[in-house]
């Protein structure tokens, strides 16, 4: 897969009226410390980072804080961007439990905003190594570091590995949909952006997924059509 189609599919993407250059934010699970249970709702993880009553600023020395308690702290750091607080915070979680796999991913993500792409996936491997294969949030970090290295046949192996252990990460499926387009297998893509859609069908980034298929099909898709019958006088 080379870099002048990703090119493409970007821009058939904009066409569509629905690329973003912002990558999706992504907030582990904070109510369990089993490293297990994944919340793949953006806005259900806020919530319950806010529902902690934490916010991105390290405890007092002799305050009482449980391992919820730093994942809702480090969550609520990368929630407000704050990427010097949530390396401060990771360093002292990974100093706290040199065996826990948050403190590296946390620190994965500061090293990916600060363009450092090696020492981002270096971090994600010790992730992984610190509890399984098996997460799909791992997988899917490791596949968007491959992505933003150009290496799509990694990044389409790792997503799938991602999506089969998380069966309910969409962006997962979304990744998958757009990579499909990538290569021209609009049947596979439209089948990746349809399953996102049956679980959320206000997915912007799967609609217009679903929209550049058709552009790219010569086909229009039924809202389409309803919108050019609706202007005719």
């Not at 919530?47 to 919820?68: D, F």
């Amino acid at each position: 897969m080379s870099l002048s189609k990703y090119l493409l599919v970007i821009v058939v993407l904009t066409i569509a009226g629905c690329a973003t250059t912002e990558k999706p934010l992504i907030l582990p699970p904070t109510k369990s410390v089993d490293y297990k249970a994944y919340v793949s709702d953006v806005e259900y993880a806020l919530v319950k980072s806010a529902q902690g009553g934490r916010t991105c600023k390290k405890p007092k020395t002799n305050e009482s804080v449980t391992n919820s308690d730093w994942l809702r702290i480090a969550n609520s750091c990368l929630a407000e961007k704050n990427w010097k607080g949530l390396e401060e915070v990771a360093s002292t979680m990974n100093q706290r439990d040199p065996q826990s796999p948050w403190a590296p991913y946390y620190l994965a993500l500061v090293s990916e905003t600060n363009g450092n792409y090696p020492k981002a996936n270096w971090f994600m491997d010790q992730s992984i190594k610190r509890s399984s294969p098996k997460v799909g949030l791992f997988r899917y970090q490791k596949a968007r570091l491959f992505f933003l290295n150009s290496q799509f046949e990694n990044a389409d192996r790792e997503m799938q590995a991602a999506v089969e252990f998380e069966f309910n990460l969409l962006e997962g499926y979304v990744f998958l949909g757009e990579l499909a387009m990538v290569d021209r297998d609009l049947k596979l893509a439209r089948k990746y952006f349809e399953k996102v859609l049956t679980a959320t069908p206000n997915h912007s980034r799967a609609i217009a997924g679903l929209s550049a298929c058709d552009g790219l099909e010569g086909k229009k898709s039924g809202r389409g059509v309803a919108s050019e019958q609706g202007g005719k006088k």
